[in-house]
C-alpha cells in the first residue's frame, strides 16, 4: 500500500515510540508535566517566541488562536480556501462568535496586499471589528514569499491589528526556503515568524508525531490561550507521552523533509510524462507541482472515476475533489508525500497510473 492521502497518515517509529515510553510525565493541566513543558520551551526557542501550548490539534490551536486574538463580533481577514475559513468547520463563527472576511486568493496562494488593506472595516457600529489577520503558509503546497509575509506583517502593524499564521505545515516552507536559498531550516522558520502575534504548528503532520500543535506567542498571550483550551476541552493529563513524539520530531524530522519535497518533484515530473503521452489523458490533465511537499493532477471528468478506480485497485491511496477548469469538468487529485512515502513508492505509483 502506497498512502499518498496526506502527511497525516504517518507512523511514529519505533524510535519515536521508545521516546514516549520513556517520558517523564505529570498532570499537564496542573502545568508540571516536565516532557509537555520541555516540548513548549524547545519549540518556542526554536521559533522565538516567548511562549508554547500544547493542544491535541492543529483545528483547536488555530480556534484558540482566533479566539484569544477576537472577541465576540470581532473579524478576521482570512484566505477563502485557508483551513481556518474553509476545512475547520466553522468554529471561529460558531464556537467563536467571530466573523471571518474570506478574501480570494491571487495565483502564487498570496492574497493582495490590496484587498487585505480594503477589507479593513471602519471604526462604525455598523462594523464588525477588523481585529486580525489571519495567514497560512503553507497554502496547498506553495510557501508564501517572505517579503510577502513582511508586507502582511506592517500592513497589519500600521492597522493596528494582531497576526495569526496557520503554520500547520511551517517545516516544509523553512526547508523549501533553505534548499532554494542556503541557510539553515530553523532559523528560515524563525524568520518566517518573526514580527507574527502567533503560529499554529502541526507536530502530525511532515514532522511524523502521531498527535498534538502547537501554538506559540507571547507569554501574556499564551496564558490567555490556556484558559481558551481548558474551555474548548484541550486540557489533556500525562500528555508527555504526546509531547515527547513532538520533541522528537522537532529534534530529528525538520530536515528530513527535504525527501519528501524531493520525492514530490519526482511525482510532479513523472505525472507530468504521463500526461503528455497518453492518449486518454493528453490534453486533459496536468500536475501542478508545489514546492514542498503536495503536488495536484488534473484529469478529466470524463475519465477521473476509472483512474482513481485503478489506483484504488493497485493499492495507491489518494484523495480527490471535484474542480472546474474554464467549460471543462475535472477531478483534482491530490498527491501528499511524507515519511512513510519513499522514492520506491513514488515510482510504483507512476507504474500503476502509467498503466492505465
Not at 501550548?53 to 483545528?59: E, F, I, N, V, Y
Not at 500543535?213 to 499564551?222: A, N, R, T, V, Y
Request: hydrophobic share 45%; charged share 25%.
Amino acid at each position: 500500500m502506497s498512502d499518498f492521502r496526506s502527511d497525516t497518515v504517518t507512523q511514529p517509529t519505533d524510535a519515536m515510540k521508545k521516546a514516549m515510553l520513556e517520558a517523564p510525565l505529570g498532570d499537564d493541566v496542573f502545568g508540571d508535566d516536565p516532557t509537555v513543558n520541555r516540548l513548549q520551551e524547545l519549540a518556542a526557542d526554536m521559533l522565538g517566541f516567548e511562549a508554547a501550548l500544547l493542544a491535541p490539534s492543529g483545528t483547536q490551536t488555530n480556534l484558540i488562536a482566533l479566539m484569544t486574538h477576537c472577541q465576540r463580533g470581532d473579524e478576521a481577514i482570512v484566505g477563502q480556501q485557508w483551513h481556518t475559513y474553509r476545512w475547520e468547520a466553522g468554529g471561529m463563527a460558531v464556537l467563536g462568535s467571530i466573523q471571518p472576511q474570506p478574501l480570494e486568493h491571487q495565483p502564487d496562494g498570496t492574497i493582495a496586499l490590496a484587498d487585505i488593506e480594503a477589507a479593513i472595516k471602519p471604526d462604525d457600529p455598523h462594523f464588525a471589528r477588523t481585529r486580525l489577520v489571519a495567514l497560512e503558509n503553507t497554502t496547498g503546497g506553495r510557501v508564501l514569499p517572505l517579503a510577502y509575509m513582511r508586507d502582511v506583517q506592517a500592513l497589519a502593524a500600521r492597522h493596528g491589528l494582531r497576526t495569526h499564521i496557520d503554520g500547520a505545515r511551517l517545516f516544509n516552507a523553512a526547508v523549501a526556503m533553505a534548499e532554494a536559498e542556503g541557510g539553515d531550516p530553523v532559523q528560515q522558520a524563525k524568520e518566517i515568524c518573526r514580527g507574527y502575534d502567533s503560529v499554529s504548528l502541526c507536530l502530525s503532520k511532515g514532522l511524523g508525531a502521531p498527535i498534538g500543535s502547537l501554538l506559540l506567542g507571547s507569554k501574556d498571550f499564551i496564558r490567555q490561550a490556556r484558559r481558551i483550551r481548558k474551555m474548548l476541552g484541550g486540557g489533556m493529563r500525562q500528555a508527555g507521552m504526546i509531547a515527547a513524539a513532538g520533541v522528537y520530531a522537532l529534534q530529528h524530522n525538520v530536515r528530513r523533509m527535504a525527501d519528501d519535497h524531493a520525492n514530490a518533484r519526482l511525482l510532479a515530473e513523472g505525472l507530468s510524462r504521463i500526461a503528455a503521452s497518453h492518449a486518454r489523458l493528453q490534453g486533459r490533465s496536468i500536475a501542478h507541482a508545489a514546492n514542498t511537499n503536495i503536488v495536484f493532477f488534473d484529469v478529466d471528468a470524463i475519465v477521473a472515476d476509472d483512474v482513481l478506480r485503478h489506483l484504488a485497485e493497485n493499492d495507491v491511496k489518494i484523495t480527490a475533489g471535484t474542480q472546474r477548469l474554464k467549460d471543462r469538468a475535472m477531478k483534482r487529485i491530490r498527491w501528499v508525500t511524507h515519511l512513510d512515502v519513499d522514492r520506491a513508492d513514488v515510482e510504483r505509483a507512476l507504474r500503476v497510473l502509467a498503466a492505465f
